[in-house]
């Protein structure tokens, strides 16, 4: 080594292998260091960054079938190395990631419901197999779902509910399937086994909306969600 410069950024004394090569220079190297060079070009990027996004996406398409061949080539010789680092990344991450996804589902419920049921019509297949291993994973949940709603129905639909009008409320939820083609159902505006009131099952607390609300309203009561009579529920 021996050959120590002073760096014209920060000033301190580094070996000659800490600046990177450059043709132009006398002695072949620049007279900024591997990390203040960095910096430089982190901050010139920043200041122009739409300028520098346009030169990057137009090399990208000059040099497309190049660098997506180097890409998958990459990929391929290294996708243990990249398994492991994923791995190792979600690891590091785990509660962050859980946080976050969780967060973010909840911020964007109905965009996310829209798009999943956008993918499973496009992706019918897959979502025949995603669906099975869902079922037989939540199984026991689902029947005890089943069974608590029947149990709510039964229980909490008052001797005065109007069979009839309920019937006219579920019937209209299959018409407006069949005329739209999407799916509609019969939700209780007041959940019937939510968790901080409970509603009725009684025809004022029946409203027929499609389905992807339903979804996105899961098992809450959202105030304001709908406009409804409270006195005829509660
Ligand atoms: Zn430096």
Redesign the pocket.
Known sequence: MGLDRI?K??G?EKPLSDFSKNKESKDGHRW??K??MNEMKRLNRASNLEAHLEKERKYYRDNKETLDSYTKEYREKNTDHIKAYHKQYYTDHEDEKLIYSKEYYEENKAASMAYSLKWGRENKESRKIARGKYADKNLEKYKQWARNSALARKTQSPVYADRVKMDIKYRASRIMTKLTGKMYCVDHIIPIQGELASGLHHEDNLQVIPMITNSAKGNRFVPGFISWELKHVV
Request: with cysteine; charged share 10%.
């Open positions: 760096c950024g920060c301190i900024k260091c990390p203040c």
